[in-house]
Structure formats: C-alpha cells, structure tokens
C-alpha cells in the first residue's frame, strides 16, 4: 500500500499510512519490512532510494509481488536492475560495492573499524570462556552436538535461541550474544533467507528492554549484523577479515563448521 502510493506521488498519504498502521499493530515498527519501508520513505538522494527497492528481493515475496513491484516501479529500477531472487542476484553481482552509494561504503567501513577495536578484548578472554564453554559441555551443550553431526542447522538454531534466552536470564551478555551469533550463522547455513535471520536477531533484542543496548554493543551482534551486511552486498572482499574476526572467539571444534564461506 505504501509504495502504490508513493508511486503515484503520494509521500505524505505513504507515511501517514504507514504510521497509523504501526500504531494500530504492537511490535510492528521494529519489523524488517517496515524499517525498509520507512528507509525508502525518508530517501531523498536518487540512489539512497533504488538501493532501498533493491533490498525488497530479500522479503519472502511471491514472484508474482516481485513482478508488480517490477511494474510500478520500472523506470526507478533501471539503474538496480529488476528484482529477483537473491541466489539470482547474488549470480548477476560481479562486485558487491557496485550496488553501494559512498555513504554506505563508509558506514560499512566504520563499523568493521567498531569490531576490530574490541577484538583485542575478546582475544585476551577467549581462554577462559572457552574453559567455561568446556565445563559446561555437557550440561548445556549436549543437545546441540548431535545436530551438528547430523546438520540439521534450523533446529540448532532453535537450540541456540534457547539458549541465548537462558544466559539472558542470568544477565550473561557476552555468552548469551553468542548464542545469537551462532544462531544466526546456523540459519544461515541453513539458506533461510537474510531477512529471517535479521527478523530473528531483531525479535531477540526487542525482548531485553533497557538492556538492549548493552546487548546489541557485545562483540558477537556486531559481527552477526556485519556479517549479514557483507553477504546482503555480496562483499566477498571482507570474508579473510571476518574469518579473523569469527578466529578470536571460544568455538566448539565441531561449530567450526557454522563458519561462512566464500558461496
């Protein structure tokens, strides 16, 4: 409804809709789809905007709903190219940076630079949360060893979500984070699609209230989010520095397989 309207010039009845709806629907402002609703509405640069349309093809739209964005969008999308899939895209995408503007290019910089700055910190503690991982093994981690064996990624995702609750629980920050993390690589080892895995990360921190923040600071969600970044633009170029990055944290030997990989 929001982008027929804004097609046909409609800004101001776009975001009028747009806020009456979440107002009605608790929970539904902090929902992928509206965040990039609300990104294309506020877009004033040209290429702000069709890099927002471009990231429709990760919703899990019918292909007749690409089609008709395809349509009333047509000559906005010349530039992008027509939405597709994100396998059909990711195909056609020589280089990832060719789809991102300068701003973006920079933001994606500065927060590599955000990660890197707290790897010293994370590399000193691995030792000992890995010992505490170790001791544990048994008594929390024993249901996600078969499932690794067996590669079942979109159940151990479920697994470690339930455990990313517990540890919050217990105010454990740094381990319930990256719980998270591999929940997020699981699903993505599983080909969920990367909108399922940012909604997913997404419902998890929408749950902690003022700790919020203090989770989404931790190490483990910034290198998720980044992660999810580099494959949303196809930046295979950052892959030997997240490979650095993912090196400094207390994996199990058997969760080396999560790890993503140059597709």
Same mark, same amino acid.
Do not use: W
């Given at each position: 409804?929001?982008?027929?309207?804004?097609?046909?010039?409609?800004?101001?009845?776009?975001?009028?809709?747009?806020?009456?709806?979440?107002?009605?629907?608790?929970?539904?402002?902090?929902?992928?789809?509206?965040?990039?609703?609300?990104?294309?509405?506020?877009?004033?640069?040209?290429?702000?905007?069709?890099?927002?349309?471009?990231?429709?093809?990760?919703?899990?739209?019918?292909?007749?709903?690409?089609?008709?964005?395809?349509?009333?969008?047509?000559?906005?999308?010349?530039?992008?190219?027509?939405?597709?899939?994100?396998?059909?895209?990711?195909?056609?995408?020589?280089?990832?940076?060719?789809?991102?503007? =300068?701003?973006?290019?920079?933001?994606?910089?500065?927060?590599?630079?955000?990660?890197?700055?707290?790897?010293?910190?994370?590399?000193?503690?691995?030792?000992?949360?890995?010992?505490?991982? =170790?001791?544990?093994?048994?008594?929390?981690?024993?249901?996600?060893?078969?499932?690794?064996?067996?590669?079942?990624? =979109?159940?151990?995702?479920?697994?470690?979500?339930?455990?990313?609750?517990?540890?919050?629980?217990? =105010?454990?920050?740094?381990?319930?984070?990256?719980?998270?993390?591999?929940?997020?690589?699981?699903?993505?080892?599983?080909?969920?699609?990367?909108?399922?895995?940012?909604?997913?990360?997404?419902?998890?921190?929408?749950?902690?209230?003022?700790?919020?923040?203090?989770?989404?600071?931790?190490?483990?969600?910034?290198?998720?989010?980044?992660?999810?970044?580099?494959?949303?633009?196809?930046?295979?170029?950052?892959?030997?520095?997240?490979?650095?990055?993912?090196?400094?944290?207390?994996?199990?030997?058997?969760?080396?397989?999560?790890?993503?990989?140059?597709?």
């Amino acid at each position: 409804m929001c982008l027929l309207l804004l097609k046909k010039g409609k800004l101001t009845d776009a975001k009028q809709s747009l806020d009456e709806t979440k107002n009605r629907l608790m929970g539904f402002s902090e929902t992928f789809p509206v965040k990039l609703v609300e990104h294309i509405l506020r877009s004033k640069k040209f290429v702000k905007f069709t890099q927002g349309l471009s990231l429709l093809k990760y919703l899990p739209l019918f292909d007749e709903e690409l089609n008709f964005v395809n349509e009333i969008f047509g000559e906005d999308l010349k530039k992008e190219g027509k939405l597709s899939k994100p396998e059909e895209k990711v195909k056609e995408d020589k280089a990832g940076k060719e789809i991102l503007s =300068k701003e973006q290019i920079i933001e994606i910089d500065q927060k590599y630079e955000k990660i890197q700055r707290k790897m010293g910190e994370i590399r000193r503690e691995k030792e000992e949360m890995q010992n505490r991982r =170790k001791a544990m093994r048994r008594i929390l981690y024993r249901d996600i060893f078969p499932l690794l064996e067996e590669k079942n990624y =979109k159940e151990l995702a479920s697994k470690y979500y339930e455990l990313a609750n517990r540890m919050i629980r217990r =105010k454990d920050f740094t381990r319930s984070s990256l719980q998270i993390l591999l929940h997020g690589l699981s699903l993505m080892k599983a080909r969920e699609p990367l909108v399922v895995v940012v909604k997913s990360i997404n419902d998890f921190l929408n749950t902690l209230g003022m700790n919020r923040k203090l989770v989404e600071d931790t190490y483990s969600i910034m290198l998720i989010l980044f992660i999810i970044d580099t494959k949303i633009y196809n930046l295979h170029n950052y892959l030997p520095k997240i490979q650095a990055m993912l090196d400094v944290l207390p994996l199990f030997e058997e969760e080396m397989q999560l790890l993503p990989t140059e597709d």
